[in-house]
């Protein structure tokens, strides 16, 4: 399910945005910085704090999450049912892929994330700009987002 260039876009961002939905049936999007791999058809995130997510996906499982590559405004969109693991066996395993994956500073994951999100991957498919239906190629965009950041960078470090 998860091809190689999917499992590289959601390895170098890190971060993905996901969408549940609330039990009134609005929307609910929240940013996570720790969505990892785990396998060919499942992502996982930790739940640092994410108690609107964790309520929503304990009433309704589906779930959506979107990984975006700023520098070239591709990505993908992954829809899947969500788990929320909280103890056992598959709780450690998840809490050691974080940590083989992004690391243990400042603290071990384990001692921050008690609870994971298991997504089952059902279907996935292209996030594309459509400045790529105009022409543009992936080089022009990268050299355009990058003076892009670059001045908001200056600006910010000079304020």
Known sequence: MLSEDMKRVVREQRLGFVATVCPDGTPNLSPKGTLIIDGDDRLAFADLASPQTIANLRVNPSVETNVVDQ?????????????????????????????????????????????????????????????????????????????????????????
Request: hydrophobic share 40%; charged share 25%; aromatic share 10%.
């Open 71 to 159: 520098r070239v405004r591709t990505g993908y969109r992954f829809k899947g049912t969500a788990t929320i693991v909280a103890d056992g066996p598959e709780l450690e395993r998840l809490v050691a892929l974080l940590n083989e994956v992004l690391g243990t500073e400042p603290v071990p994951w384990g001692d921050r994330a008690r609870v994971f999100v298991s997504i089952e991957v059902e279907s996935a498919s292209a996030l594309v700009s459509p400045s790529y239906a105009e022409g543009a190629s992936a080089d022009e965009l990268a050299s355009h987002w990058r003076g892009y950041w670059n001045a908001l960078w200056r600006r910010t470090s000079e304020s």
